[in-house]
């Protein structure tokens, strides 16, 4: 069974340092991951997969599967940045699920 | 709306009476999943509907738990008897067509639920 964890509940970082959240998964074959973001008092929301290889709102994640890591990386923190992020994956081919990790909230201070 | 649409938005219920959710997917939307967001943790798989046919129902915790879309358009997740550990936020998402590939998954606001 596939498995997705985020080690930290909360990351605190201040504007404009570097932020890298933590998404390691397993899984024997071959995953697509993802990151959904959800804002306060919104819903959750697709923020980038690894297939399309772009970054978001200054976000990018690798997939490492040496590591089995898909980190989320942003070079300065803005405050706006502020949000619950989970990391998920599904299996390649379609008509899959999706399985989360417990996700990172991360707060981004002045 | 151009998004996917739940009611209620927030539902309390005593333990063992049935409720039932809804979940109103976006227009065209050919893939509709059902997931339960206990407390403090990422969503969990419940069951998948491609059009009305339920293809996946292996995430549903008991046989009180029961979802349908006979028309291949809205859906409806029932729990029947509910119980304190029923209480969380039941997500709905649909995407365009997620048979052959994975398409991105489009969440509601949720319903959440309260057992007392």
């Known amino acids: 069974a596939q498995r997705v964890t985020q080690p930290e509940k909360l990351l605190s970082v201040f504007k404009g340092a570097p932020v890298e959240l933590k998404c390691n998964y397993s899984?024997?074959?071959?995953?697509?991951l993802f990151w959904y973001v959800q804002y306060s008092r919104q819903r959750l929301q697709l923020l980038l997969r690894h297939i399309s290889r772009e970054s978001i709102k200054g976000f990018t994640a690798d997939l490492n599967k040496g590591e089995t890591s898909f980190h989320l990386k942003k070079p300065f923190a803005q405050e706006e940045d502020s949000a619950m992020y989970y990391c998920a994956l599904t299996l390649t081919g379609g008509g899959n699920k999706l399985t989360f990790g417990t996700g990172t909230q991360l707060k981004v201070e002045l | 709306g151009a998004g996917v649409s739940q009611s209620p938005r927030y539902k309390v219920a005593k333990r063992g009476q049935d409720v039932a959710l809804r979940c109103d997917p976006i227009?065209?939307?050919?893939?509709l999943f059902w997931y339960q967001q206990a407390l403090g943790q990422g969503p969990e798989f419940l069951t998948y509907?491609?059009?009305?046919?339920?293809?996946?129902k292996s995430g549903l915790p008991s046989d009180r738990f029961f979802a349908e879309r006979p028309e291949g358009s809205v859906s409806t997740l029932k729990i029947q008897r509910t119980q304190q550990e029923d209480s969380a936020v039941y997500l709905c998402a649909s995407s365009l067509d997620n048979w052959r590939s994975n398409q991105p998954q489009h969440f509601g606001d949720g319903t959440r639920l309260s057992i007392l």
């Open positions: 899984y024997s074959g071959s995953p697509e």
């Open positions: 227009s065209g939307h050919v893939s």
């Open positions: 509907f491609q059009n009305e046919a339920q293809l996946d």
